[in-house]
């Protein structure tokens, strides 16, 4: 018969008893020495096997830990790297005044940065192209200022400085709040008169001159004061100070540095000056006389630290106490 190793094992010729039974087969010395030396190379392979079963086992283990180790450092890591997502996602931010006004074509299709008029812009009409294109149509604005007007329910009459097309006097009107407005730009001025707003071409600190102490209800100025010197900041504040009620208050919005996305964009209009971050704008109003301010964000989550990240604008909004603040909800009790 065959062995379990599979090889025939020594078998004789055998004879027959006298029962009739098969004898059983011989296994000589040569047959028993051939078996134990296959047993011992098999039992040599199997200890191979086995210690080959521990180093594997062994790098295994040593693997486990390096992608336990991976997986707590990528959950480490991720708020990082979303972050950092989002930085680059604020940076390559195409303005959203861009809405092509820019873009044309070579002879091959391919884009390109330019302009083509059918005929040249006189001056007045270039200056309001370039309003249109670094601020927005004029639905546009009036979306991004209307969340102002609750600030104002009670607050009339309302100077607006720096009015531009009336975007927030008519606002003003919509709501039922006495207001009117002052720009140096007259081709802006004649839009916003073309809507029946009383808007007036003139210097704006010409208008506060001529202002009585204490006679305005508010003073807003939407993206000004970063158009201007800084010594004429603190001018304008102190001056706005002069022409407020006691229960008044001042809101002056502008572009918040904080915002990559923001401050991307902040040089795109040459004619700003210099940004101003909500902590160099308050410690100004504190110098102007205004005794309470707070840094307002029209488009906030809630979150201070998000929405110094995130929103493109803010506005100080100061008075000459704490009261007007508390009353409209800025500041606690």
């Not at 191979?48 to 180790?69: A, N, Y």
């Not at 044309?104 to 391919?110: I, M, N, V, Y």
């Not at 200056?127 to 149509?137: C, D, K, P």
Request: net charge negative.
């Amino acid at each position: 018969m065959r062995s379990v190793f599979g090889r025939g094992t020594h078998s004789g010729a055998g004879t027959q008893g006298a029962g009739g039974g098969a004898a059983e087969a011989d296994v000589g010395p040569g047959t028993e020495d051939q078996v134990r030396r296959r047993l011992r190379r098999h039992g040599a392979r199997l200890r191979k096997h086995g210690d080959r079963l521990l180093q594997l086992e062994t790098q295994i283990e040593s693997l486990r830990e390096v992608v336990e180790q991976a997986v707590a450092h990528e959950h480490h890591a991720r708020p990082r790297l979303d972050r950092l997502d989002l930085l680059f996602d604020h940076v390559e931010t195409v303005p959203a005044s861009d809405r092509g006004e820019l873009r044309l074509s070579d002879p091959e299709g391919r884009a390109v940065m330019g302009y083509a008029d059918s005929r040249p812009l006189d001056p007045e009409e270039a200056y309001v192209a370039f309003e249109a294109l670094f601020r927005g149509s004029r639905a546009e604005i009036q979306d991004k200022q209307r969340p102002y007007l609750p600030l104002l329910a009670d607050a009339a009459p309302v100077l607006d400085l720096g009015c531009g097309r009336g975007e927030f006097l008519e606002l003003l009107r919509e709501a039922g709040i006495e207001g009117h407005g002052v720009d140096l730009d007259a081709e802006m001025v004649k839009l916003a008169t073309a809507q029946g707003l009383d808007a007036r071409v003139g210097d704006l600190f010409d208008e506060l001159a001529r202002t009585p102490d204490g006679s305005l209800g508010a003073v807003v100025c939407f993206q000004v004061v970063e158009h201007l010197e800084p010594h004429d900041v603190q001018r304008l504040l102190t001056e706005t100070h002069r022409v407020l009620a006691d229960a008044g208050v001042a809101v002056f919005e502008t572009v918040n540095p904080h915002s990559v996305r923001a401050f991307r964009f902040f040089w795109l209009d040459v004619t700003h000056r210099i940004p101003l971050f909500p902590e160099s704008l308050l410690s100004l109003a504190r110098g102007s006389g205004f005794s309470a301010g707070v840094a307002w964000f029209p488009e906030s989550s809630g979150e201070l630290v998000e929405d110094l990240r995130e929103c493109g604008d803010y506005a100080l909004v100061c008075a000459r106490g704490p009261g007007p603040l508390v009353a409209r909800g800025l500041l606690g009790d």
